[in-house]
């Protein structure tokens, strides 16, 4: 007769060398984002001289650099899921934002002084210094964390998207506290290197939301069979509901008066 599989044997089976990315992927995209610290130093003394948009130009090389890094790190299994070089950028500009909340407190010096007066001075406000350290810790674990899942080829629904709720949080208080507060009437240039933060989450989590679920083979129908009732008739669901709406508005008005 036959037996069924064990769980461990499956999950030995998907970790094996030949059936997908190593774990040497994960690990390279951790060493790459901290290569951010030399770097930085060495950004900011080159461009120390230079003009905003020279700081735009180098920023856009750098975070060029580290994709093609991260394409590199993969080059004989590459990723399925193309997230992955996406994660691998964004974790090496959360060590960015962290060194950036360090040296705003003076642990640190020299390594984003110029950046910080010229590039983006809108970061050493209150609700500025609160995202760098937001995004160089806890969204750096999420990085590190899906990244390792994409690498043992495994699902990271769930912490996409609390990281997609929580980045996109961030951005909306980032972009209103910029536009109505002191800073909103000097546009810098090194603004543009934000519109990554701003399109890639969405195109992420349209690509995270469509991943099935852990159990989805043994939960679809009972998800379909409650989804049937009306919404008035999920007290868990309404509440949620109720809930997201009451969150945006808060977040939004939090973005307003972050300004002030």
Same mark, same amino acid.
């Given at each position: 007769?036959?037996?069924?599989?064990?769980? !461990? #044997?499956?999950?030995? %089976?998907?970790?094996?060398?030949?059936?997908?990315?190593?774990?040497?992927?994960?690990?390279?995209?951790?060493?790459?984002?901290?290569?951010?610290?030399?770097?930085?130093?060495?950004?900011?003394?080159? %461009?120390?001289?230079?003009?905003?948009?020279?700081?735009?130009?180098?920023?856009?090389?750098?975070?060029?650099?580290?994709?093609?890094? #991260?394409?590199?790190?993969?080059?004989?299994?590459?990723?399925?899921?193309?997230?992955?070089?996406?994660?691998?950028?964004?974790?090496?500009?959360?060590?960015?934002?962290?060194?950036?909340?360090?040296?705003?407190?003076?642990?640190?010096?020299?390594?984003?002084?110029?950046?910080?007066?010229?590039?983006?001075?809108?970061?050493?406000?209150?609700? !500025?210094?609160?995202?760098?350290?937001?995004?160089?810790?806890?969204?750096?674990?999420?990085?590190?964390?899906?990244?390792? %899942?994409?690498?043992?080829?495994?699902?990271?629904?769930?912490?996409?998207?609390?990281?997609?709720?929580?980045?996109?949080?961030?951005?909306?208080?980032?972009?209103?506290?910029?536009?109505?507060? =002191?800073? !909103?009437?000097?546009?810098?240039?090194?603004?543009?290197?934000?519109?990554?933060?701003?399109?890639?989450?969405?195109?992420?989590?349209?690509?995270?939301?469509?991943?099935?679920?852990?159990?989805?083979?043994?939960?679809? =129908? %009972?998800?379909?069979?409650?989804?049937?009732?009306?919404?008035?008739?999920?007290?868990?669901?309404?509440?949620?509901?109720?809930?997201?709406?009451?969150?945006?508005?808060?977040?939004?008005?939090?973005?307003?008066?972050?300004?002030?």
């Amino acid at each position: 007769e036959r037996q069924p599989r064990a769980a !461990g #044997a499956d999950a030995g %089976a998907r970790r094996s060398p030949g059936g997908g990315m190593s774990a040497s992927a994960a690990t390279g995209v951790f060493a790459l984002s901290l290569s951010a610290i030399p770097i930085t130093y060495l950004v900011n003394a080159v %461009a120390a001289s230079g003009s905003p948009w020279a700081i735009v130009a180098v920023g856009l090389l750098v975070l060029l650099f580290v994709a093609l890094a #991260a394409r590199f790190l993969v080059k004989r299994k590459p990723p399925k899921d193309p997230l992955f070089y996406v994660y691998a950028v964004f974790a090496f500009t959360s060590v960015v934002n962290l060194i950036i909340g360090l040296e705003q407190d003076g642990v640190i010096d020299g390594f984003m002084t110029h950046y910080l007066k010229e590039g983006e001075p809108y970061l050493n406000t209150a609700y !500025g210094h609160v995202i760098c350290y937001w995004d160089g810790s806890v969204h750096y674990l999420m990085y590190l964390l899906m990244v390792a %899942a994409i690498a043992w080829e495994e699902t990271y629904r769930t912490i996409g998207l609390y990281w997609l709720g929580s980045i996109m949080m961030s951005v909306i208080v980032f972009v209103l506290g910029n536009v109505v507060g =002191k800073y !909103g009437v000097r546009i810098c240039p090194a603004l543009l290197l934000s519109i990554p933060y701003v399109c890639l989450p969405i195109w992420a989590g349209y690509r995270i939301y469509n991943q099935p679920p852990a159990n989805f083979s043994s939960t679809a =129908k %009972a998800i379909k069979e409650v989804q049937r009732k009306r919404l008035l008739r999920r007290p868990l669901d309404l509440f949620l509901a109720t809930y997201f709406v009451f969150a945006t508005g808060f977040c939004l008005f939090r973005g307003m008066v972050s300004g002030l």
